[in-house]
């Protein structure tokens, strides 16, 4: 198996992280699109979200990820025992998560649910695949919550759908792969396909903002219900 170079190189990210909530064992952050979660190896990679939490709360570690181009919720554990019990909520499907999106094209069904195994390709990386044979299970469910059209320049209209898309697994891309294997990739998606369509070259960024975040406190068991409104 060829050995995966990881060429990336991060742009400068100027917006703050804004941090939502904080206790003594965790803290709820809303990350901006365009900023790492994790610091990469290479050393022009070292601004993440890891990175800078570090310096305000040292010691704390992230219990997940967001891709580099999505904005939205984490939650960020303060020590240790608090990571692996809100990891143990994750791995056990516990935690719900919500996300919004803005879909190329008007979607057929007012919602839905995507079934697609995904698996890494290291022939294509940073791709992943579809792959029914040596993927993991992947499911994710999409509800339509609004239709319209984005007026372009030279009275060009791009059609769009808002969504609110809710991953039942966690596989790395699932949202945007998913979306794109059923015929709508998220705009602005420049992995699989949201910046194929005629005006859609020119997105700022990645249409997708984790907006909901539903956990139980690892301390107390009470439910957490973080809410964060979506910027686009």
Known sequence: MSKIIDTFIAPPCHEKIEILYQDDHLVLINKPAGLLSLSGKNPQNLDSVHHRMVQIFPGCTLV????????????????????????????????????????????????????AAIAKDPALFPLMTICAIHGKPARSRYRVVERFYHELDKGMSLPLTRVALTP?????????????????????????????????????????????????????????????????
């Not at 020590?79 to 990891?87: E, M, P, S």
């Not at 143990?88 to 069904?109: E, I, M, P, W």
């Not at 596989?171 to 792969?177: A, D, K, N, S, Y």
């Open 64 to 115: 997940h990820r967001l891709d580099f181009g999505t904005s939205g919720l984490m939650v960020i554990a303060r020590n240790k025992a608090i990571n692996a019990a809100l990891c143990q909520q994750f791995s056990q499907r516990s935690v719900t998560k919500v996300y919004s999106a803005l879909l190329c094209g008007h979607t057929d069904n007012d919602e839905g649910v995507i079934d």
């Open 168 to 232: 039942e697994t966690g596989r790395t891309h699932q949202l945007r792969i998913h979306c794109q294997q059923f015929g709508h990739p998220i705009l602005g998606c420049d992995l699989y396909g949201g910046r194929l369509l005629p005006g859609t070259e020119q997105t700022p960024r990645l249409m997708l903002h984790a907006s909901e975040l539903h956990f139980a406190h690892p301390i107390n068991g009470e439910g957490i219900k973080a809410r964060n409104a979506c910027p686009f």
